[in-house]
């Protein structure tokens, strides 16, 4: 089983709608999470961290189920500019990093 | 700060050449790792290092080497490319959870 699990989409969405994904990860000891952006042909980028209580930054809100194990994203209002491949990240230790393989999301016009 | 920076940012190598790719970092990160990501695929661990004068072996190590002598530097160095490490690399580092990566070397061989 994968350390961390992702859809590998792609998702097609229309400008304005509400995209999420999800992520699954398999260790329980994990500490930190994290949602990444990659560009095209770019280095991947960090979004946003994923808290406990959810958090929230803009159109992108981070929700993490710890007894489920997972962590989500959501994007509202999706903007073309958003089209790219979101990564989740799994830290869960000093040498245990889990970078999923990532979503790929286009926002049509 | 200049964050990570790598270099070169192309190159083209023969099979069998050897060159050493360069990465950086001026924050003082004592984590620091290299990545692979082939087209379309996902990233791949090399190998990290947890300090200076520490370095251990990643998920795909084979045919690769690193050393880290200093907290700025950590260079990859391939022995005897071969095609199937055309590919694009990743140095990044660590502080806290966060990761922060370079742009990338895009490697080909052939």
């Known amino acids: 089983r994968k350390e961390v699990e992702q859809d590998p989409g792609p998702f097609n969405v229309p400008e304005g709608a509400t995209v999420a994904f999800n992520c699954t990860y398999s260790n329980s000891a994990s500490q930190s999470f994290f949602w990444y952006r990659q560009d095209c042909r770019k280095e991947p980028k960090l979004l946003m961290s994923v808290y406990s209580s959810g958090n929230e930054d803009g159109r992108f809100t981070a929700q993490l189920n710890r007894a489920s194990q997972y962590i989500s994203l959501l994007i509202r209002d999706s903007k073309l500019s958003d089209s790219a491949t979101y990564l989740c990240?799994?830290?869960?230790?000093?040498?245990?990093?889990?970078f999923g393989t990532g979503t790929r999301l286009t926002v049509i016009p | 700060n200049a964050g990570v920076t790598q270099t070169p940012k192309f190159r083209i190598l023969k099979i069998g050449q050897s060159m050493t790719l360069q990465c950086a970092q001026d924050?003082?990160?004592?984590?620091m790792y290299w990545y692979r990501q082939d087209p379309g695929m996902g990233l791949k661990l090399i190998y990290y290092s947890v300090g200076a004068g520490i370095t251990d072996k990643g998920e795909v190590p084979n045919g690769y080497n690193v050393s880290r002598s200093t907290t700025e530097d950590f260079p990859l160095r391939l022995e005897l490319a071969a095609p199937s490490q055309t590919s694009v690399y990743f140095c990044?580092?660590?502080?806290?959870?966060?990761?922060?990566f370079g742009p990338g070397t895009r490697l080909t061989v052939l």
């Open positions: 990044a580092s660590r502080v806290g959870g966060a990761v922060l």
């Open positions: 990240v799994v830290n869960a230790g000093a040498n245990n990093l889990f």
């Open positions: 924050m003082n990160h004592n984590y």
